[in-house]
Structures are given as structure tokens and as C-alpha cells.
């Protein structure tokens, strides 16, 4: 086909970001976005059927499911009657009926739902019939040059007003079976075009064959009469005001680059930037960049967090019947049956301890609950919090699927790793202990600390029992050699992982700094627990077993077999999360090389050792 006369001016390489950078498209799956029953934004992508449309002026497409994929086309057919009562439904006939404008995907431009109606198709291949619901949109600015369209297309512009003023309005009959209006906007004829009316789609000429309909040039060229507003494609760029610290949700959004039209998500902590990558014909200029001031985050408003946070909790222990202050929000007394409190240098420690079906300890997890006084220690939490806020991390969101592709979803946080390179599902950029900041250094010898406690005082415990599960804790543990940053702004968080890659010593331990969240664990489906005492949810997924709440300061160290989930409460939080990473496990010299050189902790950095 011809090329278009002009540019888009939005346009987007990966779905995610258009969702991000857009105030009127949020559907990461759906091709209909909808808020409150009005539509706001709609997809129309190569999946097309029968009768669809799309012109300079009009396009008309459907909506509502009703299909699946093919396994020898690998493409959507339609199979099922679309549901009248479906939201997507309801939503599309609101918005007609407001005359709302709404948004369409690359992004084409703002239209008006002039017309919704259901129609019968034939299932491709066989003889069956479903009932589909159409959707006619209208663009607002006539004037406005259709990128999409090249010129001299259907009719546009002038040629458009032409064209129309050849055709009569289309004509409106009532049906006499459900005494209901319809246009006629077939060239075959009128029909009823309501699905729940007892003629609906008979046409007067019983042999009209409904797979080669084609809508009626008035139908085409009707132009609705409105009176409405829009706003600009191009969304503008926040602005910087000073009531704003950098992480609220109003700067976790992506923007639309003012210069080219791309939609970049907010990929690094510190800055929005326009990527320089390729969409069709189109090319991000990546000269954008605009720095988002990280300013430290009120100590007022951090206690006023954690204030709202705990009274959440309070009613979440309520609600599971455990003791207010009990420190867990929620446990699964048939899979954590052994729970104590004990001192852990100047911590007030919390174990849980999960055993497999034969009573052996199979997993564990430490929580350290800091103290004010902890963390207001030279060197402590809060002077840590100060330094990681106004650092500069290299702290970035990665790939976490389908890289690279129209569907690539990023993470839902912020990483940067220290020590040793670390592998798993994200790739994740690394830099060596010999560059790492003040605040990194300091977390890893206290969590080096949280963790030679922990050990000690689960492997204690664990021998008064007559016996210990493979997975239970070594005697003797090997320094951590690896720390990953992740920084959370409004909304983010980690779903469930475990930590269980083959080069991954046994114990992992965890600093909170800032914003409270709420850590959650589950068995790891190795472990092999029957669903009498682990529910599964929909998705045939292990249920929580335990629910921590963490706060700033606080220190968690697990072990075993275990999942775990984080889901933060405020606009800034960070961990800092150890690992042991063993290079005898390893064959790639250079993967060995780097985790013995960038893992090799400084000599220097043990004036932080920390004791408790």
C-alpha cells in the first residue's frame, strides 16, 4: 500500500509503554479500555473479520470476545455469540450514548462511537452463525490529514465532504417485530438490527448470503452531528513541582517524547528518556532526556505511612484472629508450626519455621525487627536511607518477558546489582564491591551479620529436634558476595520468585529501608504439600502461608524452601538483598572470573562490620 502522507504523532514500539505514557489507553491484553463504563481508548490491530473498516473518516470494527486462535492459521476466528451483558458491551452503547471521544492504537486520533449494532457471521469454515456486535467510529476533526490514509483515499478532507454530499442520510425504518429503529446501512437492504428481537438480520430477500454483505456508501459517508472537545494526543510532560519528592505515582508513569511522538516507559530511576528504538518506519529520536529531582523523603510523611500501614495490618490480624501484637498478619497454623521470639543482638527476632509432612524443617524465616534506636545509630537505617535517596544507583526497570518483542513486559521495580554478576529471570546490570557506594557496603556486612544470627539460632533450634530436613540450615555458611538494589515508587512491586537458582547458596537475607510493605511466603511447589493444608488459588497456585509486615530498618532472612512476594506501602522503598554466590558451581571461566573479582569485598569497607 502507499506510504502515508505524514508521521504519526504518537506512536509506540512496545504495548507496555503506550499503556504507561497514555492517560486513555490502560488494556495491556484487551483491545477496549474502559473506566467506569465509558470507553476510553480502543486497539484495532490485524486481526480483522467480515465487514470491518478502516478508512480516513470512519472505522468500524467489533468488540467483546468471542474468539479463539486457530491452530493452522495461528489467527483469531470467531467462534461464540458476543454477550450483550458483557461490560465491554455495556461500556461501548454507554459511550455511544454521551458521544464521549475516545483514543485508537499507533495512535490514530480521537472518535466519536456514532453507531453500535449486532450482526450475524458465518464461522469460518463451517455452516454455524454467531452474533457479533459492530462498532462504527467517527473521527472528530474532519480536517485534521489522516496519517493512516494516503491522499486521494476513500474520501478525506474535501473530498470526504464530496463525497458525502452524493449520498441521502441513511434511511431509519422501525421493525415491526420489536418496534425498535434501525438504520439501513447495508447495500443488501434493511434489517432489524437489535439481537434480541425475534427478525433480527432477516433480511427481505431470504437468499441474501450474509458473508458477502458490504455496508452502503451512505452508511459510509454519514457524518453525526456533535459538539465536543478533546484532548491533545500528546500528553504533556509532567511537571516538576516542589511539593513532589520523584517517585509519587504522577512521575512512575511513562511520557510521549515532545519531540518525536514515542511512548518511552520510566525505565530508570532518576530520568525519563526517549528510547532510540525502531517502530516500522519509525525511529525513537532518543535525544530526550528529562531528570526527575529524587529528593529525600520526609521523615514526617514516612511515620504518617507506616502510622496508615499499621492499622491496616492491625485489621488484617484482626480479621485472621491473631493477637494485635503478634507480628505476623497472617498464618497457616497447619504448614508454620513452630513460631518464637527471641533477642537477636539489639533485634527483636520473629522465627517461623516450616516443616514437610514428616516434621523435618524444610524452611525458615527471620524477621529482625529494628528498633529507633537501631536506626538512628551512626551508620544505621536512617543515615542509609538518606545516602541510597540522593545516590545515584544505576537503579533501572529490565525485560522481565518477551524482550524486545511488541509484548515485552518490563519489572515492576527498579534493580542494580553490586558483587558478584547475579542470573535469573531478569537480566540485570552488575558493577563490582570495589564501586559500590557507602550505603551498599554498610548493608552488606549488617546483612552478613542477619544472616551468620539467623543460621546460628535456627541450626540451635533445629538440633533439639530428633531430626533435620535437607534443607535445613549449614552448620557453617560462606560470606555473601553479591548485593541487588531495588528501589519501588508508587505501585511497584515483586510478585512470587524463590531465589532458587543452582549457584545460589541456601540463605538469603533482605534490609528494608523507607516505605513499609508486606512480605508474603508459600511453599515452593517442590515441596510437595497436599492441598488439605495448602489451598491452591484459580490458577492452581500454593496460597499464602505467612504474612510479615516489614517496616524501615527491619532485616529478613530466609531459608528453604520457600517463595516470597513483596508489595510495598508508599511511594519509596528500598531492599538490599545478599546472596552467596558459589563459583564452584560455575564452568564459564568468565563467569567465574567475575564473580570472584567484582565479589571480592574491600578491605576498607570491614570499618562497617556490624555486631548488633
Known sequence: ??????????????????????????????????????????????????????????????????????????????????????????????????????????????????????????????????????????????????????????????????????????????????????????????????????????????????????????????????????????????????????????????????DCGLCSSRIYWNRWTCERVQHGNLTGCGNFQLATPMKVYPKEALRADVDKFQQRMNLRRKSNNLDANFLAANLNGACIQSVRSITLGGYQGHQFFLPDQQGKIIGSVTVFAATANINSRVGGPDEMWQDISEADLGLRRNPVALAGRKAQGLTRHFTHNFGAPYKFGVAVQSSGFDSAPECVLKALHRLDWAAKMSVDATTEMISQLPHAGNDSPPSERQQYNELLVLGYMTDDEIRYHDDGESQLGPTVATLSLGCPALMRFRPKASAKFPTSLVAQTAKGCLQDILQVPIEHGDMVVMHGALQHAVKPFGPRRFAMTCRYIDPDTMTNEAEINATLTKGAIPADSYKWAYDG
Open 1 to 258: 500500500r502507499p506510504s502515508p502522507p505524514i508521521d504519526p504523532e504518537v506512536y509506540s514500539r512496545y504495548r507496555q509503554a503506550l499503556c504507561e505514557a497514555l492517560p486513555y489507553f490502560n488494556a495491556y491484553q484487551s483491545s477496549l479500555y474502559s473506566s467506569h463504563c465509558r470507553v476510553r481508548g480502543f486497539l484495532v490491530d490485524k486481526e480483522t473479520e467480515a465487514r470491518d473498516y478502516l478508512g480516513s473518516q470512519v472505522i468500524i470494527t467489533s468488540c467483546g470476545g468471542g474468539r479463539t486462535r486457530d491452530d493452522a492459521t495461528n489467527s483469531m476466528v470467531r467462534t461464540a455469540d458476543h454477550n450483550p451483558d458483557s461490560v465491554v458491551i455495556r461500556s461501548v452503547l454507554k459511550t455511544m450514548e454521551e458521544k464521549t471521544p475516545v483514543g485508537s492504537y499507533c495512535v490514530l486520533d480521537w472518535f466519536i462511537i456514532t453507531d453500535v449494532w449486532s450482526e450475524k457471521m458465518k464461522v469460518s469454515g463451517t455452516d454455524a452463525v454467531v452474533t457479533v456486535f459492530k462498532i462504527r467510529f467517527k473521527k472528530v476533526d474532519k480536517n485534521k490529514v489522516s496519517w493512516w490514509a494516503p491522499p486521494e483515499s476513500d474520501f478525506d478532507g474535501l473530498i470526504w465532504d464530496q463525497f458525502r454530499a452524493g449520498f441521502p442520510p441513511c434511511n431509519i425504518q422501525t421493525c415491526a417485530s420489536c418496534g425498535k429503529p434501525s438504520k439501513e446501512i447495508y447495500s443488501a437492504g434493511w434489517t432489524c438490527l437489535h439481537h434480541d428481537c425475534p427478525t433480527h438480520f432477516h433480511f427481505v430477500q431470504d437468499n441474501t448470503d450474509i458473508s458477502k454483505l458490504k455496508y452502503s456508501n451512505s452508511f459510509l459517508a454519514e457524518r453525526s452531528q456533535f459538539d465536543t472537545t478533546t484532548a491533545p494526543l500528546r500528553p504533556s510532560i509532567p511537571s516538576l513541582l516542589e511539593d513532589y519528592h520523584g517517585t509519587e505515582k504522577l512521575f512512575r508513569k511513562g511520557i510521549v517524547c515532545p
